[in-house]
Structure formats: structure tokens, C-alpha cells
């Protein structure tokens, strides 16, 4: 089934449809240039609508261009925008791959671009772990936020309180120390690994049977959990 905002627009067909799409870049110095290609886009828009069309027809379409192209801020653009106007629509659109260049007025929009991008726009979740938190994120192609409640963050208390033994005067000082040190790491390896399977444990409160889970973390606590 097609996302209601593309079914949205569908239902524009028959009406004056403009879509202007325009590849932008996310770093300097390349996008620079990103303004004025998207000025010399909206500039071959407008020649197209005179052309073809009567100036009742088009003012307020033209204004509706100006208005959304006022809100592009340059400094924060992906790699493609999308401008989408009709007699009853107003969109601009941000995309997260490269798209080309493409101007059309039409009786309908061109929307292959937008079916592509809420095609793969899965929600996913990001599992950061350390061995000291574990914070959980909900994420949409590029878009991640941080989910805050009674569970995550989940931060790890060592409980385990270690002071160094003293050095001994006996013929096996040594020895014990080493021993000791190796008891330590073992139980601190087994409470990391409980802690991880506490997380594990509220995951499902998460996670839908095809929710797209991504786990990062450092190597040792990625191989722990």
C-alpha cells in the first residue's frame, strides 16, 4: 500500500501539478552551489507555467513556489530536495540519496523519487552499548531520537567494591594476588553479562517481530551481549 501522503498527492491528478527536484550536498564547498541551482530550477518552473498557462491559473501556484523555496535552509540539506505544488498542496521534501534534476508541470507529479524514499523509510532501532550504558535510539533513514523512559538510558553500577591486597610477606603473596585479580575479572565478566541480559530483556517491550535492530557498541561489550 502506498504512504497516504502519496496517495495524497495522486489525488491531485487532472490539476496543474509542479515538482521540482534538485540534488543538493550535505558538506562545503559543494553545496555552494546548491541555492542557485535551485533558483535556475524554480526560474525554468515558472517559464513553463507562463508558457502554457493563463496568469489566473498560476499566481498563487507561483507563490506557493516562492514561500517554499524561502524555507530551504542551505546549510542543512541531504543530498536532494523536492519542491511539490498544487491547487491543494504544498510540499517540500528532503532526500537522503542522490536524486536528478527534474522539472515538470503536468496534470500529475512525479513521484517516483518520494515512493522510493517512504519505500525504505523503515523505522529501526540503534542499540549503543559500553560497559558502563546502554542507550537506545529509534531511527528513520537518517533520522535518529533518543528514547528516555523507565528504562533507557541504562546505566551500570559496579557494586563490586576491589581494593588492592596489600603486599605480603609471605613465601605466596604473589600468587594470591594474581588469583584474586583473575576471581575479579571473572565476576565482573559475569555481572556485564547479566547486565546485558537485563537489556536484553526490555528490548522486547521495543521491538516488533520485524523490527530492524542495529547493535554498536565497543567490541568487547558487542561480543558480551
Known sequence: MLHPEIQKMQK????ICVSVIVPTHRLSPERGTDELRVERAIELT???LWHNYKPEQISELIRRID???QQINYLHN?????LYVSPHLQKRVSFPFPVK???LVSDSFEIRDLVYKF???TDYYLLLLTSQWVRLF???LTDLKEITDENFPKDYHESYQYSKPSHSHFAGGHTRIQTFEKEKSGLEKIREQSYFHAVDDVLSQYLLPNSALIITGTEQ???LF
Open 67 to 69: 514561500e517554499l523555496a
Open 12 to 15: 491531485e491528478k487532472g490539476h
Open 46 to 48: 515558472k517559464q513553463q
Open 119 to 121: 519505500e525504505y523509510a
Open 78 to 82: 541531504l543530498d536532494g530536495i523536492g
Open 221 to 223: 561489550s558487542v561480543s
Open 138 to 140: 529509534k531511527g528513520k
Open 101 to 103: 534534476e527534474k522539472v
